[in-house]
């Protein structure tokens, strides 16, 4: 190892291995794929809208710096916690029919 | 996921990667709790029926059990969300790592000049093949990989993935197993008091810092094969105040001297070394621990003699969240382990510690002193959590 540059990396997105299929048919989990990171995508914006309103609230004007320096204190991330989950339980709805926990 | 402590070495995500981390973190406990709680269910209600009904008898092992489970529905669709939300906890944290790294590798280096610890590395050390085989967890590039001489990225990578995946249940910093586990041994142990303390396989330090905490008078080493691992441990110890002597070194092949340690500790390391690398090591242990010293490792749960469905359950993660080394380590008789380097069986002892973090601390102290804690779950972060190791003293 000799590299010592400050030039900008690229980081691996994928790890090694091949990629565990689940279903008959791969396609489905691709398409599981697809929908999982789609939930996590309207989330993102909904907490970026979220961070509009408290700064409209609390400052009546908003820009993009304000936006990216917000982070949320402990109430609003356990709110937003909270809107999360309930999110999860809306959209990742299982046909639980078998699926009660004997135990509990 | 407000809440985990700040150092110099964590990258400052975006607004829109903390929302992404945030969800991802809930997301998991959504997976896992939520609809991982119905796989019992699955089983015992659908998939056993269906199995005896085929076979006149009920599934006699794990893998049979998975087998089953693997055709149906609501398992196949748990895998695969559990699987694309490992994935994303290192995606929604690596654009962050690509930004700062220039900064973090300078602030690494910074750190190591003027150290309360030190950092000692070994550039001519083989990454052993456990390591470079496959990228343990999902986490791309593992441990080991560096691009300079300084990188620090999958340490900083590692660091934060392991709050998104627990989603801060493993506390501020990251070191309830180790936490829970220094509390347990004080309470449990009043008279040790360990000069002298290493931890293998120490990754990012997680579970080691708090060993300085317990026994703040104890000098402690710690070792890791991966070069950016052992730089972040440092440079996050010595940001975070503390001082830790960080060596890049193979467990199976310590340069400490014989009988140098009093405390020799793990936390989840075996699971990932192989079985012929985990005689090594304890080989290793049993040389450098002091007469009368202490072995412990904490790791996950033995699978030998538990219900074919709660194996299945544990052991999912070696076929699907690339853990290659995990069966071997959980089907492995620790005691018989030991006594095969030579350790007294008549000295072997082990841990079970609720988790420091969840109950109350009258709680987890009378559990200190009688090691006993009811439990139903293992390892999984849920409410009743408690946390296994096995030891010895020489």
Known sequence: MSKTTDAPITLPRTAKGKRSVFFDDPAIDQMMTFIVELSAEVSVVYDRLDTVEHLLDEKGTISRDDIEAFRPNEEIETARNARREAYLKRVFRMHQEHAKDNDN | ?394
Not at chain 2, 27 to 45: A, C, T
């Open chain 2, 1 to 394: 996921m407000v809440g985990q402590t700040p150092h110099d070495l964590l990258a400052t995500p975006t607004h829109d990667e903390f929302a992404l981390q945030s969800y991802v973190s809930t997301l998991r406990m959504h997976i896992l709790n939520d609809i991982g709680s119905g796989l019992r269910g699955v089983y015992d209600n659908r998939v056993k029926p269906s199995f005896e009904s085929e076979k006149g008898r009920a599934p006699k092992d794990e893998h049979e059990v998975r087998r089953a489970m693997m055709k149906d529905d609501y398992c196949r669709t748990w895998s695969s969300m559990m699987r694309s939300c490992q994935e994303m906890i290192w995606d929604s944290i690596t654009p962050s790592i690509e930004r700062a790294q220039p900064t973090l590798n300078a602030r690494a280096a910074k750190l190591a000049e003027d150290p309360k610890g030190s950092l000692t590395l070994d550039p001519t050390l083989k990454t052993p093949p456990y390591v470079s085989a496959a990228d343990i967890h999902l986490m791309p590039g593992n441990y080991h990989t560096e691009r300079s001489d300084y990188d620090v990225s999958q340490g900083m990578l590692y660091d934060r993935g392991v709050y998104v995946y627990a989603a801060g249940n493993g506390g501020p910093l990251g070191d309830t197993i180790g936490r829970s586990l220094a509390e347990h041994l004080k309470i449990r142990f009043p008279d040790f008091k360990p000069e002298r303390i290493l931890d293998i396989g120490c990754t990012v330090g997680h579970n080691l810092l708090p060993f300085a905490d317990v026994y703040p008078d104890s000098e402690i080493h710690a070792i890791d094969v991966s070069a950016p691992m052992a730089r972040y441990t440092h440079g996050r110890a010595e940001s975070l105040g503390k001082a830790i002597h960080v060596h890049q070194m193979n467990g199976e092949d310590m340069s400490f001297e014989d009988e140098s340690f009093d405390l020799v500790m793990s936390v989840v390391t075996f699971h990932e070394t192989s079985r012929t690398a985990m005689k090594r090591i304890l080989e290793e242990c049993q040389r450098v621990l002091k007469p009368g010293g202490l072995m412990i490792h904490m790791e996950l749960p033995r699978t030998a003699g538990m219900d074919p469905f709660d194996a299945f359950y544990i052991d999912w993660d070696a076929y699907y969240n690339n853990e290659p080394f995990y069966q071997a380590f959980t089907s492995t008789d620790m005691k018989q382990a030991y006594v095969n380097v030579g350790f007294d069986a008549h000295k072997y002892m082990e841990v079970m510690t609720p988790d420091i973090h969840v109950v109350p601390r009258e709680d987890f102290d009378a559990a200190a002193r009688l090691n006993r804690q009811e439990a139903k779950r293992y390892g999984r972060m849920g409410e009743a959590i408690h946390w296994t190791g096995w030891g010895a003293w020489k």
